[in-house]
Structures are given as C-alpha cells and as structure tokens.
C-alpha cells in the first residue's frame, strides 16, 4: 500500500514528490518527501506552451519527455532515501503540467507521457487525473478539497485550507462535514514573472523585494476589478488568464508605478482576493491553514493575516504537515483512490455531475 505522488504546478519551479503509506485504510502516513528543480530551459520551454505558438505538437511532445524525466528522477530519489526497490510501490499518481486549462469549452491539458514515466520507473503509473471530471461537467479542479477533507478535517469544527501555488485555491471543511472550494484567483505566477522580469530571480525569496515597496490602492483596485473575482463557484483558473499580458493590461494607467511597489501590490492582490473569498465562504474558521509555496512567503502571510482580522493564519506545519507535501501527498492519495476504485472528486467543489473515479492507468 505504499504509493508516490508527483506534483508539478503552475509556478513551474520544479517537481515535488512525496512517498505515501495508505495501509490503515486510507490513513495516510508520509515515509518521505523529494523535491527536483528544474532547470531554466525546461521552465521557459513550459511557460511557452502556455499560449498558442508555431510548432506546438512536437514542443509539447519533447517537453513531456524532459518533464517525464524529472519526474523519474524524483522517484529514484524518493526510493534510495526509504531504502525500498520499485516492486514496493503500488502506483505512481503524476498530475503532469497543466499548460491549458479550458473546463468551459470542455477540456483541460496536463503535459505528460506517463508510459514513458512507466518505463523508466517499472512502476504502475495513474494519469490524466483532471479529464473525467471535465467530462462530467466539472472544472476538473480543485482536486485537493477531496484529500484535505479526507486528513484535515475536524468534526464540529470549520477549517479553511489555502493553497498558494502559482494560482491560489481553497478548501472550506465545514462543521457539519460539508465542502467548499474553488481557485481565489492568482498565487504566485504573476508576483513570479514580475520579479523574474526586474530582478531575473525565479521568484520573490520570502517576499524580501516586495517588503521594499508600498501597495499602491489604485493599482491594487484596478487589478481587483476582474469579473472573475466575483463569479459564483464553481470556478478554476490558471495561466489562461492571470498571464504576463493581463498585468501588462491593467498597469497601462500606472506607466510611473515603481517595479518594487508593483511587487508589493502583486502580493496584496494574492492576499486580498484569498482574503475576500475565505470571508465569504468560511467566515466561521478560526484557522487559515497555508500550503505551496506561498507558505514560504512572509509579506504574503503578513498580508494575508492583516487582511483576516480575527482568523489565524498558518502553515500546514501545524498540522503535521509540511506546507510543500501536501499537493504531492494529495496525488498520491488520488492514485490509491484509483486503484480501490473509489472517487476522488467532490461534486460539490468542481461542479461534475457526481462521483467520479479519476485518472488513467499506465501499467508497469
């Protein structure tokens, strides 16, 4: 009962991967957690297959393959570090790397070549993890409320869990053991590029630069004003549209703003619509729980406290869990889902018709 899962998100930084005991029926115990960076060209190869380009079929292709390999990579290194050979793993849960998400025209594109990742690993791999959500009418994400309802919940308590990724999205456990959640808007992608373009540093290291700027309010209104703010769940999102050019748009009436005051604006953006949906949704908890990346950032978690008077705001560290291994942790769990035949959607969170069993086998 031992499975891996492999998470690569849309901050396009690298592949978290997270070896997972579900034995105790679904009781999830980590046994260890792997992280593998990727290098620059990979990460520019990927964020040109965010939006239409000459060429797409074969990059697409190729750029799977370099991922796959990544990906193989984090899974011998998750096995040498337990000590354990292949035949030990159940499955593989890979995400892949979503460089279109469309749920509205009725897909969503996650870059992958999981036979080839079951070739170099010899080890069941469950894919394509998204697309029967779709089918069924839903967004196809979030898919993590179903894993953070199954070890975060707390009966007669509400609990909000906020992932910060390149897009952020939360998860609202209700008292009464219902579920809520939807994607809040942008994570860290566009605080990323926007450091990336100035500094030429990946990304904000613990929100030192924009700690150096001030919000500027008319920006931070402008950037507010996007009627996905304000759409009703269920909703997702992505790169399709919180992108390089929609800033571009919105900083048009702002041409004097300094590149450090854009940053701290960028994060009161992320913190603010986090804010505003939490509020909306899950007013009653007395804890905001914080995982991905933004986790790491102290002017986002700031931010975010002083934009929830009245809630504390954590990391998943508080929970016994790291704030970097819970979106890897969650897609092995949706493996194990698979392979006991059990669905790993909540209709409720990606608006699909019902239950569904996700993903796609790529035998050994």
């Given at each position: ?128 993890l998204r697309s029967r959500d779709v089918a069924a009418g839903g967004q196809g994400a979030p898919l993590v409320p179903a894993f953070h ?51 030429g540093q990946p990304y904000d290291a613990n929100g030192a630069w924009a700690a150096t700027g001030k919000v500027l309010p008319a920006l ?145």
């Open positions: 009962m031992l499975y891996i899962g492999l998470m690569s998100g849309t901050s396009l930084d690298g592949v978290d991967g997270a070896l997972v005991d579900f034995s105790d029926d679904g009781g999830t115990r980590s046994l260890g957690d792997a992280y593998i960076p990727f290098p620059a060209s990979l990460r520019a190869d990927l964020m040109a297959l965010q939006s239409a380009g000459q060429n797409e079929v074969e990059r697409e292709a190729l750029a799977a393959n370099q991922l796959v390999r990544h990906y193989a990579d984090c899974v011998a290194l998750l096995l040498s570090d337990a000590g354990i050979g292949a035949d030990a793993i159940a499955a593989i849960g890979a995400h892949g790397q979503t460089i279109r998400h469309r749920p509205e025209l009725g897909f969503t594109r996650q870059l992958n070549n999981p036979a080839l990742l079951a070739e170099l690993t010899g080890i069941d791999v469950i894919a394509d309802q199954a070890i975060f919940n707390l009966p007669g308590h509400t609990r909000v869990l906020a992932n910060i990724g390149g897009i952020s999205n939360i998860s609202v456990l209700h008292a009464d053991g219902t579920v809520t959640g939807y994607d809040t808007g942008p994570g860290n992608a566009l605080m990323d590029g926007w450091v990336l373009q100035h500094l931070l209104a402008d950037l507010l004003d996007d009627p996905y703010f304000d759409l009703p769940a269920p909703k997702s999102t992505g790169r399709d549209l919180f992108h390089a050019d929609w800033l571009q748009g919105k900083l048009a009436n702002h041409r004097g703003a300094q590149a450090a005051d854009v940053q701290a604006t960028l994060t009161q953006l992320t913190a603010a619509s986090l804010a505003h949906a939490i509020a909306r949704d899950g007013a009653q908890a007395e804890t905001v729980y914080v995982c991905g990346g933004g986790a790491q950032n102290a002017s986002l978690m700031a931010a975010l406290a002083d934009a929830l008077p009245g809630m504390a705001v954590e990391s998943t560290e508080a929970l016994g869990v790291a704030p970097s291994q819970v979106e890897a942790l969650a897609f092995a769990w949706l493996a194990w889902r698979f392979t006991q035949r059990k669905p790993g959607n909540l209709p409720a969170v990606t608006g699909a018709q019902g239950l569904r069993i996700l993903g796609a086998l790529y035998p050994r």
